[in-house]
């Protein structure tokens, strides 16, 4: 049965175009262009594989694999004294974290196809490419803290490269910012998770990184286990745990990273970047933040509620002043996420629907809008809005393109963005509705901006430099379409997302305190 | 203690050091009696012969010896504790000797001769430290290393630096010494004996009966003389001046070798004699009263070896603030004493020693290129030997502690137990400065792949080199996918539980 070991396949399964374009040599753009790109298909259609055969009413972890990995031998001050502590491989998905392989999948083969505009030192910005996808598969498989840490670092290595190198002019400082800040991430988050494994054992009293089992020990009430562990520990951790995730996401005093490397990354990395590796940042808050610790999450649901306020409403302020569109889009990235935390502070089904939502449409919303920067700037050299204008009269489609990624981010109705910002708002309404209502001021602000820059490109006067600019080429359509297609998809089927979503849900919402619907 | 007769002990397991003794003296005959003119290069295979021969019985003392085996109540002692050492400074030899042979081509240092059994007899020096319980071998052990050590980092003799690295290391070197000569003087004095065991118990009845200041005065003398073998604070001021006028294979050893002794010094002799002082209350002094010192040293080698490290532009002198750091990190198992110190320790000196090992033959090949030992030196390497460039990114990435590698896991197990043992803050400063170090590692990343080098050409990889690059680079990465390996062969064959006096008291 392929299904025990699916998920790991689909992690390892980009080594397979890395072994591949380590033979070939550097000079054949062409071959490495072509290995790169159909690289990204084979963990496609095994994604897709996994979408098929995803039970939807499962509530549990299903493709679940368990291999011993690592022993290790601790010491106690008591002399002599040895026990082991065990380490497992261990890979499982559920509703929330097998959409977010899917997207991973079909966002890392649209960037692949993207980067048909690198130019530069190919061999080794294909390979670190699919060493990138491998980090974000496993992130999201991962099953225990160990190995989501391992993953989550991993991917910060090929990240450094891929900024540092393939960037635009300021790209080495963009590089560094990233590396030194999610490395104090990284750093918190390790102390966080040793220190949940060395004090907080699973049900049957055994240290344990699994992510199920340590969550199950959390939630027993009165756990014998856990009366040597005092409340504000575990505060402690759920706040560490969301500053580590939180300068991912990016939350709002630790986002400076985000903007750099926005601004100064290639337009194919940005749309991993902005589409699939902030939504770790989301991702970790609600399994491990969340989900170990729904009590002091809820305690803490008003200052997420107010971080999140300030990032939608700080995010869309700002992004209205800026005058570079990847400026722009980096803004409308930090005040997007903001719903997604406010998803979060609504503590209760509708809202955690909302917040995952959110992480999937803005995945492919801004994949789809940095797609586009990239095209516009392979026939225009530049991102500045003073600069552009007119583009609709030499680029139509594009210029279509963009608009419609527009609507679905300031969240027109069919499209994915309302959806989810209806359903985080509807799930903050119901137990926070004077912040939600401030909150729905950010909406507003999102059109107004939005519609600022993109009209500003696409309309007005036109440059004569642009006149004999030509629309999309075939191979810049398919991304557009596909990502668009996806996008109206969630609009008018949400159910597509929401039906896996409801079972886990179920599973993770009965522990919070406090629940309503 | 009864005496015994010396010829009735059995002494085919003291092969390894008698062996490397044997090599020393005859490599010492030979180069006398070889002509001035003739070519030495057959001394440095003779000694890397005598190396692996040596290895070799000791892997055979592993497999046939039970219990350790005590000569002349432990003046020498060969147990599973000095085994895992001995191993390490072998392969540490092994490589130093490899690299040498590369080195030499370049015609710099022209006393071969010298250069090769004075690396055997700071062998040697290495391999008694680590294989004794009485104070006088252990030191005439440190003194045979680091008289070694003083000639091989001079023996540049026409370069203004290698004189100047000499003289401070001579200087520095003898102020340690006296320091931790002093300690030991007042551990004879109390105690009455030179042998470790005997000594645990003598130290716990002085310090009960009214000595106790003058036990931890000892105790401090000899941890500041001590720093300096190990490159920690407070005595790590000689390590950048000392590693930039050394030939570049020398400071390796420095790095790697000399620091492993020190090391398996500090806890043979600390572990060994102050294990059994307790306190009024009942508790272990050692645990609770002594280890705040060990982290803070620890601590403060971290901070000034990670910090210092970030603003300079030698590599040299990086990689020696970055040792310094390291030595704080190995310091943490000594620090929160896990009766499996030794294991996290053996297995943070192994990960250190591939990723050094790696690191200093990249930096040899670089230097030796570029005639620099500038950080500029490493621009553009990626595109003149991709080899080269990925597998030092896989030994700097271990340093910094970056899974896949072994540097990781060695990191991850030192902070299991540090947190374990609710050491908080000491865990904390060991992530907060490993986050800084991240900047100057992923500085020469910077440096080899995206600035542009002066020249394109590719960069001449002897066989040696390459070898000593591939196979480091490698066993750095499989070790930290596959770390249990190790995990299982430390506990196998060196089960150490047993060789310290304070566990089992097994004292004779």
Known sequence: MPNSYLLSLITLSPLVAIVILAFVPKNQGGILKQIGILGTLLPLVLSFLLFANFNYGDPHMQFVEKVNWISIPVGNPQMGEVFSFTINYEMGVDGVSMPLIVLTAIIGTLAAVASWQIKKRLKEYFILFHLLLIGMFGVFAAQNLLLFFIFFELTLVPMYFLIGIWGYSDRERAANTFLLYNGVGSAIMLIAFLIIYLTIPGVNGNPTMNFGELAAALSTPNNPMLQHVSPSLLFGLFLALFIAFGIKLPVFPFHTWMLKVHVQAPPSIVMIHSGILLKMGAYGLLRIGIGFFPEQAYQFATWMAVLGLINVLYGAVLAFVQKDLKMVLAYSSISHMGIVLLGFAAMNSIGFQGAIFQVISHGFISALMFFLIGVIWERTETSMISELGGLAKSMPFISGVLLAAAMASLGLPGMSGFISEFLAFLGLFGVKPVMAAVGTLGIILTAVYLLRAVLRTTFGPMPDRYQGAADAQPIEVIPMVVLLGFIILIGIYPAVLSEPLQETLKNIVPIVPGMGG | ?508
């Open chain 2, 1 to 508: 203690m009864d005496v015994k007769d010396i010829f009735s002990y059995n002494w085919s397991y003291l092969l390894p050091e008698l062996i490397i003794l044997g090599f020393a003296t005859a490599l010492s005959l030979l180069d006398l009696a070889m002509g001035k003119r003739t070519n030495r290069a057959v001394l440095a295979w003779l000694a890397l012969a005598g190396v692996l021969l040596s290895g070799i019985f000791v892997v055979v003392n592993m497999v046939t010896l039970n219990a350790p085996y005590s000569y002349m109540a432990d003046m020498l002692r060969v147990d599973g504790y000095g085994n895992a050492f001995k191993l390490l400074f072998l392969s540490g030899v092994a490589f130093t000797l490899i690299l040498s042979v590369c080195y030499m081509k370049q015609g710099e240092i022209t006393h071969q001769g010298e250069y090769y059994y004075l690396l055997l007899t700071a062998l040697l020096g290495a391999m008694v430290m680590a294989s004794s319980a009485d104070l006088i071998t252990l030191f005439v052990g440190l003194e045979l290393l680091s008289l070694s050590s003083y000639v091989l980092v001079g023996l540049r003799k026409k370069s203004l630096n290698a004189n100047e690295s000499s003289f401070k290391y001579v200087v520095s070197g003898g102020i340690a010494t006296a320091f931790t000569l002093f300690g030991m003087s007042y551990m004879y004095g109390l105690g009455g004996t030179t042998n470790l065991y005997l000594l645990a118990d003598r130290l716990s009845e002085a310090y009960a009966g009214g000595y106790a200041f003058l036990v931890l005065l000892a105790f401090a003398f000899v941890v500041i003389g001590l720093s300096f073998k190990i490159s920690a604070v407070p005595n790590h001021m000689w390590a950048p001046d000392v590693y930039q006028g050394a030939p570049t294979p020398i400071t390796a050893f420095l790095a790697v070798v000399s620091k492993t002794a020190g090391f398996a010094m500090v806890f043979r002799l600390l572990f060994g004699a102050f294990i059994g002082l307790a306190s009024p209350a009942g508790g272990s002094v050692l645990m609770e009263n002594l280890s705040p010192y060990i982290s803070v040293i620890a601590a403060a080698s971290m901070i000034i070896g990670n910090t210092m490290a970030l603003r300079q532009t030698n590599v040299k002198r990086m990689m020696a603030y970055s040792g310094i750091a390291q030595a704080g990190y190995i310091l943490v198992p000594f620090a929160t004493l896990t009766s499996l110190f030794f294991e996290q320790s053996v297995f943070y000196l192994f990960a250190y020693l591939l990723a050094s090992f790696g690191a200093f033959a990249v930096l040899m090949l670089v230097f030796r290129d570029q005639q620099s030992e500038e950080l500029k030196s490493f621009a553009g390497l990626y595109h003149r030997s991709p080899l080269v460039a990925v597998a030092m990114t896989i030994f700097l990435l271990s340093m910094a502690g970056i899974p896949v590698t072994a540097g990781f896991i060695g990191k991850f197990y030192l902070f299991v137990s540090a947190i374990l043992q609710h050491h908080y803050w000491l865990s904390a400063v060991m992530i907060a400065t490993s986050v800084i170090s991240y900047y100057y590692y992923f500085g020469i990343i910077r440096q080899m792949y995206m600035r542009p080098g002066a020249t394109e050409a590719p960069l001449p990889l002897p066989k040696g080199v390459a070898f000593v690059i591939v196979l480091t680079a490698l066993a750095t990465f499989v070790v930290g996918i596959v770390p249990g390996a190790v995990f299982d062969f430390v506990q196998a064959h060196f089960n150490p539980s047993f060789d310290f006096g304070g566990m089992t008291s097994s004292s004779k």
